[in-house]
């Protein structure tokens, strides 16, 4: 038997070599819960349609989320951390989406936000879930996003359900109208749309009048409307971003058509308003964000406060501010989760904002849980007068 000090002088080498060990794990296991930090900054990661015929709604939301970080970064970032913003261009394009995640991932970002549109949300599902990337903030109210709830997918905006809802609630209540057909892109965003329509209709046993189709990042809206128009319907909800809903709006009225027409918030108001303001005289637009004039919301204050000192400044929009507010989200997050950053730490930071107060006024709260990762359901019905988006009160007055 060894002598009880050499024993002491091997028991002692082996706690030292194990700690040695020990304390090189953490590092290694760091790189695969905190991808995207160092000491001193924390890098996320935007695939969106930068480009194409949805540029809009990508650079929009972009330049929204860059005003925010612009301001926590000249006030010395998030727990010390600066932010850093790696975007990429998947140009509203599903066979783009796998290829702008690899670059994300290659890039080595910590969480992923501000994506732009359902039929490539649907596409970065799966990809977030397998490499446990948080993914917080999309420009869709897509059901598929928050039904099931996924781990790694949160939300921030009303769904499409809730948009939906209220459009045939204040057309059926409000207005007496009771044939509504619906015109859709068709693909997940259309066919998640119509699935909307279909079932606030279904609560006053009714279904559309007639349905018509048109194709993704196309403008051929033609057919659709035909068989839409047959139906001779009161109202017409057209589903789709600015280009086709801006055909559609100029086909029907120069064939002096003129049924009441809606649309949700993905149109992108100011872009429909920047190609065809005459055309969109009337629409109904549902909004996820209250108006950008509302400074009196401390927030929507702080946005145009930013956007204006933010590099490449451009005018307000309910996209860029839909971005503003998915990028404050995500930095109370990141804020909550602590110096000592990993992926789950923020997820669980994510999933335990309650009741939230964020600056749009009392009945704005945000809510996240386990359960639920679909943070708001508030609706703002608009309608565009003389080329302006105004908030409407009472259906009655439109």
């Not at 091997?10 to 590092?27: D, E, G, K, T, W």
């Not at 969106?48 to 809009?56: R, T």
């Not at 998915?326 to 602590?338: P, Q, T």
């Not at 945000?366 to 080329?387: C, D, E, M």
Request: proline share 6%; charged share 20%.
């Amino acid at each position: 038997m060894l002598p009880h000090s050499f024993r002491f002088y091997f028991r002692s080498c082996a706690l030292i070599v194990f700690a040695a060990f020990f304390l090189y794990l953490p590092p290694a296991l760091a790189q695969k819960e905190s991808p995207g930090v160092t000491p001193d900054s924390i890098k996320i990661g935007s695939c969106s349609a930068l480009s194409g015929a949805a540029s809009f709604l990508g650079t929009q939301m972009v330049a929204g989320a860059k005003a925010y970080f612009n301001l926590v970064n000249a006030q010395g970032g998030v727990n010390g951390r600066k932010l850093a913003l790696e975007t990429e261009d998947d140009q509203y394009d599903p066979d783009r989406a796998a290829p702008c995640w690899e670059t994300l991932q290659t890039a080595g970002v910590f969480a992923a936000a501000f994506f732009v549109g359902t039929p490539t949300g649907v596409k970065y599902i799966p990809l977030a879930e397998a490499s446990h990337t948080p993914l917080v903030g999309l420009f869709t109210g897509a059901e598929a996003l928050i039904d099931p709830v996924r781990r790694t997918i949160f939300n921030v905006r009303a769904s499409y359900f809730d948009e939906t809802r209220e459009q045939v609630d204040g057309l059926w209540k409000q207005l007496g109208v009771r044939k509504i057909a619906v015109l859709y892109q068709n693909d997940a965003f259309g066919t998640t749309v119509l699935e909307g329509v279909k079932l606030a209709l279904a609560r006053y046993h009714s279904a559309p009048v007639a349905l018509g189709t048109f194709e993704r990042n196309t403008i051929a809206v033609e057919e659709g409307l035909k068989k839409v128009r047959a139906a001779n319907p009161e109202a017409v909800i057209v589903v789709g971003p600015y280009a086709p809903v801006n055909v559609t709006l100029r086909q029907a009225h120069a064939a002096g058509w003129h049924p009441r027409f809606l649309t949700v918030s993905f149109v992108g108001t100011e872009g429909l308003l920047r190609i065809g303001p005459q055309a969109a005289e009337g629409l109904i637009i549902t909004q996820v964000v209250p108006p950008y004039d509302r400074a009196d919301l401390p927030t929507v204050k702080l946005y145009r406060e930013a956007l204006e000192k933010s590099a490449g400044y451009t005018a307000p929009s309910f996209v860029s501010l839909e971005g503003f507010v998915d990028a404050m989200v995500l930095v109370d997050a990141l804020r909550d989760a602590g110096r000592d950053l990993t992926r789950e730490k923020f997820i669980s930071a994510l999933e335990n904002i309650h009741q939230k107060d964020i600056g749009l006024g009392p009945d704005l709260t945000l809510s996240f849980s386990p359960t639920n990762h679909q943070g708001l359901h508030s609706v703002y019905v608009t309608v565009i007068k003389a080329g302006q988006p105004i908030v409407v009160t009472d259906w009655k007055h439109l």
